[in-house]
T-cell receptor, first 115, second 112 residues
Framework: EPEVTQTPSHQVTQMGQEVILRCVPI?????FYWYRQILGQKVEFLVS????????KSEIFDDQFSVERPDGSNFTLKIRSTKLEDSAMYFC?????????????FGPGTRLTVL | GEDVEQSLFLSVREGDSSVINCTYT??????LYWYKQEPGAGLQLLTY?????DMKQDQRLTVLLNKKDKHLSLRIADTQTGDSAIYFC????????????FGRGTSLIVHP
């Protein structure tokens, strides 16, 4: 069964460093998403991506964040200068369609720890 | 704005029924969802309910929706140890958006 994969499973970085989180969405999906969950808090939407551009973003997704689909399979989230408060589990998701019923398929997440 | 609240933990004995509760704020929500996250895996859509429905049953799962109180529940009959997971409630759409708003997740612990 096709699934969304994410690498690495755990990333440790120093404050101020750049990190790139990688995702491989399901191959025939057209919409891609990043969410994060700070420990003990809610799953928060960061950004959605379609047709090689951002279709929607939250207030969390500021200039420190960027997304890219560098080739036909990978979808990346870059954090330019990490802060302690960026420590969280980051989930990538993908879906075929966009709409009120659009089953999003989630990856297992990357745990980012900023020291 | 949209907000989804759910309790953090639920512990049940194997064979008993589990009821996970959720409250939401957006009365315009069209769909309400339950996602399940097993250890080491991503969130997986378990079931959903349209806002014009009161109840939906799918094998051992029963979803109840009280629109007046903006309350959603997930009942798992004959809970098994394999049901141990984190269950996320979500509502959609946000105004002008189709992105679901999630709660914190309820950790269901099933013990023998």
């Amino acid at each position: 069964e096709p699934e969304v994969t994410q690498t690495p499973s755990h990333q440790v970085t120093q404050m101020g460093q750049e990190v790139i989180l990688r995702c491989v969405p399901i191959s025939n999906h057209l919409y891609f998403y990043w969410y994060r969950q700070i420990l003990g808090q809610k799953v928060e939407f960061l950004v959605s991506f379609y047709n090689n551009e951002i279709s929607e973003k939250s207030e969390i997704f500021d200039d420190q964040f960027s997304v890219e689909r560098p080739d036909g399979s990978n979808f990346t989230l870059k954090i330019r200068s990490t802060k302690l408060e960026d420590s969280a589990m980051y989930f990538c998701a993908s879906s075929v369609y966009r709409g009120p019923y659009n089953e999003q398929f989630f990856g297992p997440g990357t745990r980012l720890t900023v020291l | 704005g949209e907000d989804v609240e759910q309790s953090l933990f639920l512990s049940v004995r194997e064979g008993d029924s589990s009821v996970i509760n959720c409250t939401y704020t957006d009365s315009s929500s069209t769909y309400l969802y339950w996602y399940k996250q097993e250890p080491g895996a991503g969130l997986q859509l378990l079931t959903y309910i349209f806002s014009n429905m009161d109840m939906k049953q799918d094998q051992r799962l029963t979803v109840l929706l009280n629109k007046k109180d903006k309350h959603l529940s997930l009942r798992i009959a004959d809970t098994q140890t394999g049901d141990s997971a984190i269950y996320f409630c979500a509502e959609s759409p946000r105004r002008g958006s189709y992105i679901p708003t999630f709660g914190r997740g309820t950790s269901l612990i099933v013990h023998p």
